[in-house]
């Protein structure tokens, strides 16, 4: 991983910027010597004129990756694949799965240019120069340029109708926002006073913030470039409230939902909502290609059909997709093992980067007061822990296959101890009993059901998303045991946006689900999944909730771990690596102490279909959210048919 320190940061230039500099010299000098043949999917139009050739529509040094790095062999054009969601609003999926990153992770999570040729930064950390690749085009083949991330600064984030609250926080080193400079046509920097380590990890992010937009798409929708009448004919039309919804909704970069859009991803959508079958086909002018120069991707089109989450098992096993893993969980696995002697697929088990496979969240922001107080006491938090049989559900519901764990690092994160995965997950039914008794939460009614001081009985009801049974499953055996401490279990299914909403609010005492996204952190990775800084952080949204409004909604923290959690984060903001690093490592000590989050299980492994004829997929990888975009750190642009 690479270091974002300011003792580090010349490591930074040299790692990032040489690395693609390398790949880009490579690149060019390939295409130089020779006119690649023509993709076929595309031979049509350039014998017509309506598309330039291949090489013209590359840019001067385009991406080259490196296949022996990664593992990988020379492809063949052609074919689509195919996979399922349980919704239409998961085509954001394929921004996910495309990763296609100003700067992103490679297979061993160090950091490169990638869209960008190179990037720059200085000693101190706090200067960020980007050089955008001569001769890069959009989708539509106008050139990518400098003005694509002016547009972005001047004329959307610092626009008051478009961002009311301006850009987003890690555009910020405080109170202080960038200062945006275009240096020529093809290179911009972002600057500020102080060091801002979260600049670079968020450019990686598996959710990109998209600092640059198609300016001379977008225009047409703004204030400042569209004549008022004819601006305001086009909102009427719409029935829309103001240009600035109209932008919006011809923008959304992450949603996909205006298929007329510009974009750098490998594949563009085709589909409008609604619709059950989504297709995304080859973008003409995609920046990438192979150690042979190439183009990619490989395949012609994606396919994303949506079907109801309980039926995709079957769809799977029934050979209705080439590459799978969302929806499928470890209770699939024997199925979908059973089905693959009858189907050309292959079942493979891939880690997972989450901290924890599923947790409990007491909502220690919680509006009642009593059970505020209940959930806040530390005492509570470790009993309940203890009170819950791991390996029972492990064994029952994993194959055993699985590891009792709390919901923090892996072992693979160089942050890792052992007593933070082991902390308070034995089941001890005497030891939580006897924690309960020593809070003088000792009377019970006639059902033995502990009584809360204000004498309600003790029955926490856990909230879900209604996403994984395997939750339910697990909360039904932790009920079980919960029961033996005198706590008596109720189980609430909701939405997610209505579980969301409902713990924002307060309303919510606990709530299941999964881990933290980044099992596998490092020093220099923002440790926001242990402060409170996050409103999405279930066990503390209204702390999270005051730090991203900057006060002005939420409660600020008011128990002294927090506090001292905040204190850190400031701290591992402003530090070197060293620094850095033990912050981390205090943050995560004083997280194993306090329980904030009770993590249930572990290590479950993710099965992975995978069509035989389809190459270049791992046979091993890691399956994680933050980062690695699930498939995206293993380019799917690469994949290709051996048919």
Not at 73 to 86: A, L, R
Not at 269 to 286: A, L, M, W
Request: charged fraction near 25%; glycine fraction near 8%; aromatic fraction near 12%.
């Amino acid at each position: 991983m690479i270091s974002l320190s300011n003792q580090s940061t010349s490591r930074i230039h040299r790692a990032v910027t040489g690395l693609v500099m390398t790949a880009g010299i490579l690149g060019a000098g390939v295409l130089a010597t020779s006119a690649r043949a023509e993709i076929p999917y595309f031979e049509d139009a350039v014998a017509s004129g309506s598309l330039p050739a291949m090489n013209d529509r590359l840019p001067e040094h385009p991406h080259v990756i490196d296949f022996g790095a990664e593992g990988k062999e020379i492809g063949k054009y052609g074919g689509e694949f195919v996979t399922i969601m349980g919704r239409s609003k998961d085509i954001r999926m394929a921004v996910v799965y495309d990763y296609a990153r100003l700067v992103g992770y490679d297979q061993n999570l160090n950091l490169e240019a990638d869209i960008l040729e190179a990037l720059d930064v200085n000693e101190e950390g706090n200067a960020f120069t980007l050089h955008i690749r001569k001769g890069h085009k959009w989708s539509d083949g106008e050139p990518f340029t400098a003005e694509d991330f002016r547009y972005y600064w001047e004329d959307i984030v610092n626009n008051d109708e478009l961002f009311p609250v301006g850009p987003p926080r890690f555009l910020f080193v405080g109170d202080e926002p960038a200062t945006f400079e275009i240096l020529d046509e093809y290179t911009v920097r972002y600057s500020w006073s102080q060091p801002n380590p979260f600049f670079l990890s968020e450019l990686a992010g598996t959710r990109p913030p998209f600092i640059y937009r198609p300016a001379h798409y977008l225009k047409q929708f703004h204030e400042n470039y569209r004549d008022a009448g004819e601006l305001e004919a086009i909102v009427e039309e719409r029935g829309l409230r103001s240009w600035a919804v109209l932008h919006t909704d011809m923008d959304r970069p992450y949603k996909l939902s205006n298929i007329h859009r510009p974009s750098l991803e490998p594949w563009l959508i085709t589909t409008e909502e609604p619709s059950d079958r989504f297709v995304y086909v080859r973008n003409p002018y995609y920046h990438r290609v192979d150690p042979e120069g190439n183009q990619l991707p490989y395949i012609d089109r994606m396919i994303f059909n949506i079907s109801n989450a309980k039926l995709v098992p079957a769809k799977v096993g029934a050979g209705e997709v080439d590459l799978q893993s969302r929806i499928l969980s470890l209770k699939d696995y024997t199925f979908l093992k059973q089905s693959e002697a009858n189907q050309n697929y292959d079942v493979r088990l891939w880690d997972v980067g989450a901290g924890a496979y599923a947790a409990l969240y007491p909502n220690l922001t919680c509006s009642d007061p009593v059970w505020r107080k209940v959930l806040r006491d530390v005492r509570f938090r470790r009993a309940l822990s203890l009170a819950i049989n791991r390996t029972e559900i492990n064994r029952v519901m994993f194959f055993g296959l699985a590891q009792p764990t709390n919901n923090t690092v892996l072992p693979r994160s160089p942050l890792f101890k052992p007593e933070y995965r082991e902390a308070y997950t034995d089941f001890d039914i005497k030891a939580a009993n006897t924690l309960l008794d020593k809070m003088g939460l000792d009377e019970r009614n006639g059902e033995g059901i502990r009584l809360l001081p204000d004498g309600r009985p003790m029955e926490i009801i856990v909230e879900t998303s209604g996403e994984n049974p395997e939750h339910d499953d697990m909360l039904e055996l932790i009920g079980d045991s919960w029961r033996q401490v005198g706590i008596k279990m109720f189980v609430k299914g909701l939405q997610r946006e209505v579980m969301r909403s409902r713990a924002y609010s307060g309303e919510t005492i606990m709530s299941i689900f999964n881990g933290v996204d980044n099992g596998l952190a490092t020093p220099n990775i923002a440790p926001d999944e242990f402060v409170p800084v996050l409103q999405d952080s279930l066990q503390w949204p209204k702390w999270g909730q005051y730090y991203q409004t900057d006060g002005e909604a939420g409660e600020a923290p008011d128990m002294p771990a927090a506090k001292e959690l905040m204190e850190l984060y400031r701290k591992w903001q402003t530090s070197n690596e060293a620094g850095q690093k033990e912050a981390w490592q205090a943050i995560l000590d004083i997280n194993s102490e306090n329980m904030f989050s009770i993590g249930l299980i572990g290590n479950v492994p993710q099965p992975v279909v995978v069509d035989k004829d389809l190459r270049n997929v791992p046979e091993k990888g890691i399956h994680s959210w933050e980062p690695g975009a699930f498939f995206g750190i293993y380019r799917p642009d690469t994949f290709w048919w051996d048919r």
